[in-house]
């Protein structure tokens, strides 16, 4: 599974910070306070002990899976090795990286119902070199009745993805849009939490029920985990609406909002009919500039190696 040359020199030659930085609407930049920039990080001598991000919303079309797949190809062109788990019955992921659900041979549910099954057996390569990801089924949405019985019920998905954490730097999990118990299996297996949050009035409503969600599995299943940040998506430069929430949100929850936000564009619905990142689809477009900028943002406050 290693890189070729070409392939690393062609992560390398993606890397760099992108003339559409200074384009990128920030949190500094809208509530008044200094710039702020991120350097590119310094390439990885070793691998592994992977950091376990789930990105998280019970309100669904905020951007989850747009920012798990750019996110997630991001930090492969920086030269870190990432898993991608789809976490949702409705596979939107898997759809949105060209798998057809039709074709595979197995998928994240089967490694949450039948342990003697394998993650190595549903790893699938993606179009981006350093990028893998495990597929997820509509049958997945079985898996909440099949689990009750079950004795640790909150921990499988920690138990599938243990044997691959030597060897990828960064998992991302693309949780359903509910906080029932596959949601708590993510949260249970991961270091972080990251909350992709529209920038509208009534998508303020769901994140205090959100951080009492972490706060009791802080509690019960997982005392590591952390909130790494609150993502900004949908931004619009243009309107007062957006840059009121994004100052409600940021005195809410202080110090945990990202410098880097995401605007809305048409180029993110493309990606999905064309089954790859942005930052291959229109590699120069903003958003991929805004994506790389969030991966190096994350890096810099130490979330992912």
Same mark, same amino acid.
């Given at each position: ?5 070409? +392939?690393? !020199?062609?992560? #390398?030659?993606?890397?760099?910070? =992108?003339?559409?930085?200074? %384009?990128?609407?920030?949190?500094? *930049? &809208? ?73 595979? +041979?197995? !998928?994240?549910? #089967?490694?949450?119902?039948?342990? =003697?099954?394998?993650?190595? %057996?549903?790893?699938?390569?993606? *179009? &981006? ?177």
């Amino acid at each position: 599974m290693a890189k070729s040359a070409s +392939e690393i !020199s062609r992560l #390398n030659a993606k890397s760099t910070i =992108s003339k559409f930085d200074s %384009e990128i609407v920030t949190s500094s *930049s &809208v509530l008044g306070h200094p710039a702020k920039e991120f350097p590119i990080p310094a390439p990885l001598i070793e691998h592994g002990n992977a950091k376990i991000i789930s990105v998280v919303n019970q309100k669904g079309g905020v951007g989850k899976t747009t920012t798990t797949i750019n996110l997630g190809a991001a930090f492969a062109e920086l030269g870190r090795r990432v898993l991608l788990v789809d976490f949702d019955p409705q596979h939107s992921l898997s759809v949105g990286l060209n798998v057809s659900t039709r074709d595979i +041979e197995g !998928s994240i549910y #089967n490694l949450m119902m039948d342990e =003697s099954t394998s993650i190595d %057996e549903f790893l699938l390569k993606t *179009s &981006v070199p350093g990028m893998d990801m495990v597929p997820a089924h509509e049958d997945l949405s079985g898996a909440e009745g099949g689990l009750v019985t079950v004795i640790a019920r909150e921990k499988i998905l920690k138990r599938v993805l243990a044997p691959v954490l030597d060897f990828y730097d960064v998992i991302l999990i693309d949780c359903q849009p509910s906080l029932g118990l596959l949601t708590v299996n993510a949260l249970t297996a991961s270091d972080w939490v990251l909350v992709p949050l529209e920038c509208e009035y009534f998508a303020l409503r769901g994140v205090a029920l959100l951080d009492d969600i972490i706060k009791k599995v802080q509690i019960n299943t997982n005392s590591e985990l952390q909130l790494l940040g609150i993502l900004p998506t949908m931004f619009d430069r243009k309107t007062v609406h957006s840059r009121e929430v994004l100052e409600r949100i940021s005195d809410a929850f202080p110090g945990k909002v990202f410098d880097t936000t995401i605007a809305r564009t048409v180029r993110f619905p493309e990606t999905t009919v064309a089954g790859e990142p942005i930052t291959s689809y229109a590699s120069s477009s903003i958003g991929a500039a805004a994506y790389r900028r969030l991966a190096r943002e994350i890096i810099s406050m130490g979330g992912v190696r």
